[in-house]
C-alpha cells in the first residue's frame, strides 16, 4: 500500500486561501491517479479533485474555478491549492493515490474556513 501523508490544513477566513499538499513513498507500482477528496460533518465523503499521470484533471462543481489541483513526480506529491475558501469547504481533507494494487489513503487533514 502507498504511504500518503498530506499537510497544509489549518483555519482560515472566508475568502482566504490555502495549499494542502500530500507526499506518496513506499509505492511498488506507479500511481496512475492522485486525488483529493473531503468529508464534512454528517456528509458523505466527496470526491473534491482528481490528476491523472497525462496531467488530466477533474473537479467537483462546487470548486470548480477556485481549486487547483497538480502534481509533481519527481517528488510523488500532489497538491491542492485552494482560493476563495468558503464555510462550505470546512471538512476533513483527504489524499487518494490509485495504482495496480489499488487505492490507499492518507490520514487526511482539517481544513476549517470560518470567521
Known amino acids: 500500500q502507498v504511504q500518503l501523508v498530506e499537510s497544509g490544513g489549518g483555519l482560515v477566513q472566508p475568502g482566504g486561501s490555502l495549499k494542502l499538499s500530500c507526499a506518496a513513498s513506499?509505492?511498488?507500482?506507479?500511481?496512475?491517479?492522485l486525488a483529493w477528496y473531503r468529508q464534512a460533518p454528517g456528509n458523505q465523503r466527496e470526491l473534491v479533485a482528481t490528476i491523472t499521470n497525462s496531467d488530466t484533471t477533474t473537479y467537483a462543481d462546487s470548486v470548480k474555478g477556485r481549486f487547483t489541483i497538480s502534481r509533481d513526480n519527481s517528488k510523488n506529491t500532489v497538491s491542492l491549492q485552494m482560493d476563495n475558501l468558503k464555510p462550505e469547504d470546512t471538512a476533513v481533507y483527504y489524499c487518494?493515490?490509485?495504482?495496480?494494487?489499488?487505492?490507499?489513503w492518507g490520514p487526511g487533514t482539517q481544513v476549517t474556513v470560518s470567521s
Open positions: 513506499r509505492s511498488p507500482f506507479p500511481i496512475y491517479r
Open positions: 487518494n493515490a490509485a495504482t495496480r494494487q489499488g487505492s490507499s
